[in-house]
Every structure is written in structure tokens, then in C-alpha cells.
């Protein structure tokens, strides 16, 4: 039983560290969203040259067989660089899609694709009714001589507007919420039958909505759910990683605060009813760490609902803890954290976004609570 | 990283696990799991029990019975102690006065009293508290003036936890009334049958006599009854206070009152199904459930940290274990409450036995005092408030 990371995990932590550092200020970070893509390509080149990109894929697939832990380290920087870049959407949830999901021929021809900075992905899920739920799928899927056409409309799909490929759920067979009956498929981005309406989201990041109207598409994976999910518990569980940077970015930066800020003609830090706010910040921040470093741990758990429990246990926390870390932060600033001019709401305002990435707390929560919770009866 | 823990860790689990679960008395295992109190035979008998096994003081140093195991070896011990619902060692004893002998006393007063504090022939008690004394400790006031080869102590002490059980007490007491206040502290050794000294229970809001009041009038003390130097009494009480780190958080006591919460709330009926199959029931425990598992996560990150830090430093995390761990075993009494409804109300209480038959299961009687109780654990051993301070001085730097 150990928390230490090994060898190649800490160079690993040192460079990415070192990157975010050097490459993510706060005003570097204002250019690269400037840039048409909302994102800087630079940047992305050089997640590749250093071999982000590769993570998570394994070396058949020309990546470096990184694993929840490795992909917790990137996340965690990026969450208090407050990344920009696809990199979720293409290489943690498009790249875990392909994994969990695709012939290993497929991914040994698009792994090196991504690896290489060449192919970005987008997962489009979400429907208009399917709120957090995976299996809520009404698009459908229809056999077209050796592929398929799909039909339907898919919202928020995270970068989906720079997105090379889509990666489409579809239903094959059952009603809109069997379990059984779902697709994935894969859709080039620019094809006939696809209408893309890009935006910004509320954290600086992209987003678009996808209209599928006869947009041939290529299976994956027919009956795909179970694999869906499974990369979607591997990506919750790199969002709590980088939910936790940011929140150690509002704590750290909130203390700073605390320190400097003179009121009264002393450090409001000096006051004891912010001392014990800020120490229930620390309190969440650390409850936060904890659960995302179990959910890392977990993520790669077969068994569907030991995984599951974890994952939820684990994003259950990162939301409630995020809420109030990034609602304290706010409030024991004062009226500059309410300044767009001031990191501190960024940081606010990806977390609320995370919350709301693949289930919030609330969702998160019933869903333990249907599997009868984390202690069993036989502890 | 790694969750699991090794062969040898997982060995020495299952062997404390099966001790634990054969050695102490099942009878006594069911009221700790149901939260009734202890009689003294009860505690007495189960750490003669432990303390014959070898388990009894494993944070002691290995010359006065000590055990050499490792953080997570200690973690597993206590964590597997707390689900099998096994009494822990009286605190006042294995965790409080006999470590500060260890550290602090001389070869006789080891000889006299470490054996005897770990096989329960002495039952301590702790004198700390005043009633004027209860966040700001050192300030108290109970005096101890030197007088030929004796401390003639006068003085009060309050919350004095089981001291109607206690042969011995451990208090402080101020030697020096000029000196700064932290300064003028000793740490004395009273035996509770020397004259001058009274007794006075508190009845506490859940009914029960648990705590005392212990009054000092011209009692006479033998100086080799003190621990140490004079007026060094501060720095052992802060060792004394700082030397219990990872199993202040009970996560093992919360896992097991879990588990119970669970069988109970199978049993006991809601709009005509068991409780447990009732969503906002199961939320409410999945919420505390993510809670303790955060608690855990982050004890066993302490427990790893251990390892690397020298011997007697403390993890700052572990102010947090506190601050998490009470709240928490809080909340689960005020859960078991929740589930057994109506029966929470009757008032079945005796401080010697029951003598009347049970209103309602009998899993209910204990339910609603429970909850009344637990309303301590936030108080006691610094309060929440001022673990609060302290995490902001000594974690946060404000």
C-alpha cells in the first residue's frame, strides 16, 4: 500500500509540472483562446513532442502504455493550468472510446494518428432528453450497404467543432433507454449529413451541436455500452484529477489572499472566521484528493459495478467539494474574485463545468445509492 | 501507487482479524456494536485479554511491551480492532499516561506503574480540564505546592472521564504560579484513595454517568509522583495530546456502525418495504458512506506518509482525521436513530443494568442516547473549533 509514484511516473509529473508552468500563465493562457480553434495549435504540437498525446495508448497503437495514474498526473496539471487544448475530449474519453471499444486494427491505425498531434476526437452523446445518462440514446443507426447512415441530433459534445472524427452512440434495436441495442460508430467530421454548430462553453473551452442527417458512419462496436462506459469512468476519473488541481489553484490562491489583503489595518488571514473557512476549504481539498486518487486506482476495475460504485463515490465528492471551494474562494476574495481580470473565477467556473461533465454530484450520488453503497454489510 | 497491501501486511491482518474476532467475548463484541456502555469488568477484562496476546500496547516502546510494527501494520490493527467491535485498550492508560511514562518518567516509576497501566491493574483517569480551564487549557489552576517530600494539591477538575472507575489519576497541575503560564506546569500521579480528594458524577444529556468532577482539598502527594521535571508538565501533555494520530479518525468503528446501519434498516419497515429499499434513505447513507471513504483514503495517506517521516512527527493531516472522523461518527448515530423511528423515544436507561423489559427492539434502546452522546466527540481532545485553529497556524500559516 503505497501513494508514492515510481520512477518514470515522477519525470513524468517534473515535465508536464514544468509545462504548465512555463507555457500556462494565466495571459498565456487568455492567447491561446484567442486563436480561431479557441485553443493554441502550438500548444498542441507540443503535447505531442512531448508525448501526451501518447499517454494512454498502448504501444501497438504507438503511445506509451500509460495507465489511470499516468493520465491523473497530466490531468492535474492541466486542471491548475486550466488547459484549453482538446486533450480530454481527444486523447482521455476519445482515445479511452477507442480502447474500450474498437478493433485493435482500428486503433493500431488511428492510435499513431492522435499520438502524432494529426487526429482529434470528439465523443457526441448527449440528446436533448438524455440528461447524464449513457444508455439514453433515441439517435439511430441504419444499415447502409457495408456501413451504416445515422439520424439524429447530439448536443454539448466537448471540441466537437475541431474535432477530426466523431464518435457517435447510435441506437441499433431496443426502445430509447435499453441498455442493450447501443452503437458506437465513427463519423468524419467534415462528411455529408453533418451539420456542426460550434461555441464556447462557460469555462473557455468548446463545445459544438451535431445534426446527423444520413451521416454515414463506421461501427465500432455494436451492444456497446458496457465499453462506453468504462471509458467514460476512466475520463470521470481524469476529470477529478483535474478538478483537484484546480481546486488546489482557488486554495492556494485564496490563502495568498488571505496573507496580503490588509484590512482593519491588519492581514484579513488574522481573522479566525476566515482562518476556519479556509481550513473547511483544506478539509473539502483534501477529501477531494483522496477520492480522486481512489477513483484513479479504480478506474481500471473490471468488474463493472465495483467500478461504477468508486467512480461515483469519487465524482459524488469532487462536486460537492468543488462547489464549495470554488463558492469560498469567490467569496473570501471578495469583489475582485467576481472580476473576469482575476484567475480565481476560472477556476470557479471550470469546476462548475466539470460538475456538470457526465453526471453531477446529485446524478452521482443516486447512482451509489442504487448499488447499495461503498461499505458492505460484511465490512 | 498501489491500494493493495502486500503478502506479509495481508497476513498479519487475517491474523489480528481471527484474534480478535476468537479471543474477546462475543457479549462484550455486541455492546460495542450496538453502542452500549461498558461495566469496568467489561473494559478490564477485555485488555487483560489483549495485553496477555501481545495486542495491547503496540505504540509503547518494545522494552515496556512494545511492538516494532510498521504505520500500516499499526493501521491494520486498529482498523480491524474498530469492524470486530473489539473495546480499544482504555485510552487513559495505553494511549495517554503510559506513553508519557514511557518517554518522561524514571526507571522506577516504569517499573512501578507501565506493567500494571498495561494489564489494567490500575484504571486511570485524566485530569486535565477545569471549569475554567476547557479550550484554554493552560490556564488551569489546580495548585500543587511542594512542602518537605510531598505536592499538597488543591483544586478542582471537571469532565473527568470514568473516574468513578479511575485508582489513579494523571493531572496537570501548576507548580509555579509566576512563571509564564505554559511554564509553571507539572504532570503529577495521584492515586484517587489519598485523602481530600471527592468525586461528583455528571449526568450527561443522553443519561449516562460518564463524566466527573474531582475535587483536590490539602491532598498530599509524594514528589516521586512526578512525572519528569517540574514545570515541564506542558510539553507532555502536548506529546501526550499529539500521540495519538490515525485511529483518532475510528474509521473502523464508522465502517462497522455502517454495516449495522445497513442490517437494521433491512429490518425495520417504511411505507411498507424495509427502510433500506427508501432512495432518500440509501442517499443519505451513500453520502456519509463517500464522506468515511474520503476519511479513509486519506488516513491510509497518512499511514504511507508515516513511514517517511521521523519517528514522533506528526503528519498534518492527521488534525484533519479529527476534524473529518467525529463528524462523521456523529452523523451515523443520528442515522441509527432515523431508522429506528418511533423507538428512539422511550427513555430505557438505568446507570446499573436494565431491570425493566425493552420497549421495541432491543437494537432501539441505546439509539437515541447514542446520538445524545456523540454530541462529545466534537468537544472532546480540542474541540473542532480549535483544531481549526490550529490546522490554520500550522498547516495554512495564517
Known sequence: ?379 | MDLNFTEEEIAFRDEVRAFFRSAIPDSIRAKVAEGEGLTRDDMIQSQRILNKYGYCTPNWPVAWGGKDWTPVQVYLYQDEMQLANVPSPIAFNVSMVGPVIAQFGSEEMKKRFLPATANADIFWCQGFSEPGSGSDLASLRTRAERKGDKYVVNGQKIWTTLAQYGEWIFCLVRTNTEAKQQEGISFLLIDMKTPGITVRPIITIDGGREVNEVFFDNVEVPVENLVGQENKGWDYAKFLLGNERTGIARVGNSKAKVARIKELAAIEQSGGRPLIQDPKFREKLAAIEIELKALEMTQLRVVADERKLEKGRQNPASSILKLKGSVIQQQLTELVMEVVGPYAMPYQREFDGRNEPVVGPEYATEAAPMYFNYRKVSIYGGSNEIQRNIIAKAILGL
Request: hydrophobic share 45%; charged share 20%.
Open chain 1, 1 to 379: 500500500m503505497d501513494f508514492d509514484l515510481n520512477d518514470e511516473q515522477r519525470l513524468l509529473k517534473e515535465s508536464v509540472d514544468r509545462l504548465i508552468l512555463d507555457q500556462y500563465q494565466f495571459q498565456q493562457r487568455k492567447q491561446y483562446m484567442a486563436e480561431p480553434a479557441g485553443y493554441s495549435a502550438a500548444m498542441w504540437d507540443r503535447f505531442a513532442e512531448q508525448g501526451l498525446l501518447g499517454l494512454p495508448f498502448p504501444e501497438a497503437a504507438g503511445g506509451f502504455g500509460g495507465g489511470p495514474i499516468e493520465t491523473m498526473i497530466v490531468a492535474e496539471a492541466f486542471g491548475r493550468g486550466l488547459v484549453v487544448e482538446p486533450y480530454f475530449a481527444t486523447v482521455v474519453l476519445g482515445g479511452g472510446l477507442l480502447r474500450r471499444a474498437a478493433d485493435p486494427a482500428v486503433l493500431a491505425a488511428l492510435g499513431p494518428q492522435i499520438v502524432a498531434g494529426k487526429l482529434k476526437l470528439a465523443f457526441a452523446h448527449i440528446e436533448r432528453h438524455s440528461r447524464y445518462d449513457l444508455a439514453n440514446v433515441s439517435t439511430s443507426a441504419k444499415k447502409d450497404g457495408s456501413g451504416y447512415v445515422l439520424n439524429g441530433a447530439k448536443s454539448v459534445a466537448m471540441h466537437g467543432d475541431s474535432a477530426d472524427k466523431l464518435l457517435v452512440t447510435a441506437r441499433m434495436s431496443g426502445g430509447q433507454m435499453d441498455r442493450g441495442g447501443i452503437g458506437l460508430f465513427i463519423v468524419d467530421a467534415t462528411a455529408a449529413g453533418v451539420a456542426r454548430q460550434g461555441y464556447p462553453t462557460q469555462d473557455g473551452l468548446r463545445a459544438a451541436e451535431v445534426v446527423l442527417t444520413n451521416a454515414r458512419a463506421e461501427l465500432l462496436r455494436d451492444n456497446a455500452l458496457p465499453a462506453i462506459e468504462h471509458a467514460v469512468d476512466e475520463a470521470i476519473a481524469a476529470l477529478c484529477a483535474e478538478a483537484v488541481g484546480a481546486m488546489q489553484s482557488m486554495q492556494d490562491l485564496t490563502l495568498e489572499y488571505l496573507k496580503t489583503r490588509k484590512q482593519f489595518g491588519r492581514a484579513i488571514g488574522s481573522f479566525q472566521v476566515l482562518q476556519h473557512r479556509s481550513v473547511d476549504m483544506l478539509v473539502a481539498l483534501e477529501g477531494a484528493r483522496s477520492m480522486a486518487m481512489f477513483a484513479a486506482v479504480m478506474a481500471a476495475e473490471e468488474n463493472p459495478i465495483e467500478r461504477r460504485r468508486a467512480i461515483s463515490a469519487a465524482k459524488s465528492q469532487i462536486g460537492r467539494s468543488g462547489k464549495h471551494i470554488g463558492q469560498e474562494a469567490i467569496q473570501l476574495h471578495g469583489g475582485i474574485g467576481m472580476t473576469l481580470e482575476y484567475s480565481v473565477g476560472h477556476y470557479f467556473k471550470r469546476m462548475t463545468m466539470i460538475d456538470a461533465l457526465y453526471g453531477d454530484a446529485d446524478h452521482h450520488l443516486t447512482a451509489l445509492a442504487g448499488l447499495g453503497g461503498l461499505f458492505g454489510a460484511a465490512a
